[in-house]
């Protein structure tokens, strides 16, 4: 089993399985040698995910690859043993694998298992600026752009995930000050202008930006609630590629200080803008993926289990198994009507069902424009199924 805290062995439900569900097969052992040992004789070489699991049980580390037997193979290698790949394996007794038919749906399943336990090992031992961590706006009453290691409850828009902690803090210090967004904690007192009392207060600012002009500053009367909503607004465009005037305000910034001989404040501008460009650039490609994929991505599986994923504004929306022969056809039918539906609806950004896979699905074509090749609209589904799912 997974750890005491599971009572079934395997994985779970693959939501992106429109099939039976695969099996698991593991392995384990006292020693590192018996498990290279046991993988020699029983691993596969296929796509799928596995999972490494402790003394205790505990499920430390999942990864997947399009080739199990060769990438788990590598954790025993020599030249591994001072990487973090040596260092999980001297953690590991027992070793569990689920074969996938492609190296897509891989991805996908080890995001989702990442996900939904959270292994130690997929975190620690991963340098700081390796970390993942999503650029998030949010928190009621006065949003904020902050950073979270995961998905969290309280978000008006988020993106990621991105890579580096310390240049994506410098990123959000950065976009909170050009949005005039407050940087504060969620213990901090918030009074609009329109709150108005029957006496005269004077709202003291918890910081200096007000008088910096760089917040509105809701939490000393500063402005009205449509005034910083208008900015969170522009907040959000922000994220979804279509703003750079932080990078413009920044660029702007670094030259005047460079002209006034300001040299340590024009350096400190051209770090940040660093910062800001690569989290502009991954935002242009999430928008672009957002704008630009919405289809019917066709797959086939090296074991025949080829498979048909709906990606709606850049994300999976749905999964069915490719239909076989006339028949099969004609069962789905109701499905690529419900599929055709979706696709001419609004996208709804970061709601859909599963709004983690936006990265994957964006970065996947990036690097295999390719595959593209391989996706249609749902009312060619008649005319090119064949074509389309039933070959490599």
Partial sequence: MLSPNHDEFGFGIDPFNPRVARPVEAVGATTKEKLNRQ???????????YGMLDRSGDLIYVGKSKSLRNRLLSYFSAANEEEKGGRIIENTRAIQWETQPSEFAALLREQQLIRQFTPRWNVQGVPKRQRPVYLC????????????????????????PFFGAKRMANAVD?????????DCSQQQTFEFAEQLSLFQIDHRPGCLRLELNTCLGPCAAAC?????????NAAESFLDGFNDEPLIALQDQMESASAN??????????????SL??????????????????FV???PGYDGCHTWYLIHCGEVSAVAATPIGRDGYQAIKPIINSWKATLESAADRGHGPFPYTLGTVASWFKKNPAELDRTFAPDQAGRKYYRKSMTA
């Fill in 39 to 49: 993988i020699r004789q029983s691993c596969p070489r296929v796509p799928g995910v």
């Fill in 137 to 160: 706006l949010g928190r009621a009453p006065a949003p904020q752009f902050f950073l979270s290691p995961k998905i969290p409850k309280d978000y008006i828009a988020l993106q990621g």
């Fill in 174 to 182: 950065a976009l909170n000050k050009v949005f005039r967004l407050r």
């Fill in 224 to 232: 009205t609630r449509s005034e910083y909503a208008s900015q969170v």
């Fill in 261 to 274: 001989r300001q040299y340590e404040l024009a350096g400190r501008a051209y770090q940040t803008l660093k």
């Fill in 277 to 294: 460009r690569y989290v502009h650039r991954k935002l242009t490609m999430l928008a672009n993926a957002r704008r630009k994929f919405s």
């Fill in 297 to 299: 991505y066709a797959v």
